[in-house]
């Protein structure tokens, strides 16, 4: 369920002509689950959607046909490969509440969502046996970018304040002594997806200070930054160190995710280059997008709308809080500070990848821990997403959970071991 299946392997005709670097691509155990988790009967706590029904759409609409009359032959055709200049101004807006004043808009490249900027940015700076040091646990979408470019991941750890300045110091004195070259840390330093914790203020400084030491670049990825549960935003690490940061940043979690707009800023060398690769591998950003986040931009609060997905998000992490707290106080977790995901630690013995199958047979998903390592680790751990489902379903959702994960203690009690059940059978809902 979680892997290529192999009977689609085996009858591929072109099973040998692959590169080496599709070798290693498979489907993400979130990907994989998708399909099962998001049928109405099941809770789904697996995955990272933001929730759209605050969007004005039905103005929203309006606005977009008027855009489409009168600037049609902008919309429809090709762009630049940077991105519209009028986007990238207003992008200078947002990034301002994370502290970056400095940045003009030609520092900025929109790309296809921040996945694609993961893309340009891993296929400018590494070559294949290049360390990429990446942050334990780590977003799922990266793992599967750095893998393409077989670029070798070593992990540096995290506690409730983020990304431990020693143990990242420790991971570059590690690849240099084995001889590899360290091309950049990549690092979700606000509302952690999945771990949901936030690197402190003071560890910025000093995770930037050991950059700087050894000359790695840092990749700074913030779709999260703006949805903090407090009304506190935290300054971006590019704007503590312009010329060291690649900065990448979304409209998926902010406005929508169907657009595909995002953006990042980079120093003059990279951003250059990062046009240039942007061109070689889409031509030019989809106009029709851009216009569209644009005319959203123009037309509406942004800001209040902002401020009313906190609140919103706020709300529903509370009640999943407070709803472990009833149904499953053995487990242990960091409550989050902003962001869509609760980390949570189950119980010793108990293995998050196996309970799977049977937690949806309970008509509820989450995404094991396992697929945000790539070594196999983290079945210790699950990831819960609070950011789509309403209270009354993440209450019911942590219910259903907590009988599954009840069982599998008994068991484990029992008889030393948990049940390994493969197959998901869902039950009707009654
Ligand atoms: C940490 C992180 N980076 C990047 C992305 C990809 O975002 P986008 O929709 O902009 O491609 C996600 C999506 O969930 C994410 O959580």
């Not at 940045?103 to 590494?126: E, F, H, K, P, W």
């Not at 106009?287 to 931009?297: A, K, R």
């Not at 500070?337 to 949806?360: C, H, N, S, T, V």
Request: net charge negative.
């Amino acid at each position: 369920m979680t892997n290529n299946t192999p009977h689609i392997i085996k009858n591929d005709p072109w099973y040998g002509s692959y590169a080496s670097r599709a070798e290693d691509m498979r489907a993400s155990e979130i990907r994989a689950l998708f399909a099962v988790a998001s049928r109405p009967e099941v809770v789904s706590l697996a995955g990272g959607m933001p929730y759209l029904d605050f969007l004005p759409f039905d103005e929203l609409s309006e606005l977009v046909a008027k855009m489409l009359r009168e600037e049609g032959s902008h919309a429809w055709q090709y762009g630049s490969a940077q991105g519209n200049a009028h986007l990238r101004e207003r992008i200078l807006d947002i990034v301002r509440l994370e502290h970056i004043t400095d940045a003009q808009a030609d520092d900025v490249v929109i790309t296809n969502g921040s996945q694609n900027g993961l893309d340009l940015i891993t296929r400018l700076m590494c070559d294949p046996g290049d360390v990429i040091i990446a942050e334990d646990p780590n977003y799922v979408g990266a793992l599967g970018v750095f893998k393409s470019f077989q670029a070798e991941v070593i992990n540096a750890h995290m506690d409730a304040d983020g990304l431990i300045p020693e143990s990242f110091e420790e991971s570059i004195k590690y690849a240099i002594a084995q001889g590899k070259r360290v091309k950049f840390l990549y690092t979700v330093p606000t509302f952690h997806n999945p771990a949901g914790v936030t690197m402190s203020i003071e560890r910025r400084t000093r995770i930037l200070e050991i950059a700087r030491k050894y000359h790695v670049l840092v990749v700074e990825d913030n779709p999260y930054g703006l949805l903090s549960f407090d009304n506190k935003t935290y300054p971006a690490l590019r704007s503590m160190d312009p010329d060291n940061v690649v900065y990448l940043s979304s409209f998926s979690k902010i406005i929508a995710p169907g657009m595909r707009v995002a953006w990042m800023i980079a120093p003059p060398g990279i951003r250059q280059k990062l046009v240039l690769a942007n061109e070689s591998s889409i031509l030019s950003p989809s106009n029709m997008s851009q216009m569209t986040i644009s005319t959203y931009l123009d037309n509406f609060d942004w800001k209040k709308q902002i401020e009313e997905y906190r609140g919103m998000y706020k709300s529903r992490c509370e009640t999943m809080d407070q709803a472990l707290r009833t149904y499953m106080p053995y487990c242990s977790w960091n409550k989050p500070q902003g962001g869509f995901y609760i980390w949570l630690k189950i119980p010793e013995g108990l293995d998050a990848k196996a309970m799977l199958p049977r937690a949806i047979t309970a008509r509820v998903a989450y995404v094991s821990g396992t697929a945000f390592y790539d070594t196999g680790e983290g079945a210790d751990h699950m990831r819960l997403s609070f950011c789509y489902p309403t209270e009354e379903r993440i209450v019911e959702g942590i219910r259903r959970l907590s009988t599954v994960v009840d069982e599998e203690l008994a068991t484990a009690q029992l008889f030393g071991t948990t049940s390994t059940s493969t197959i998901p059978v869902i039950k009707p809902e009654n």
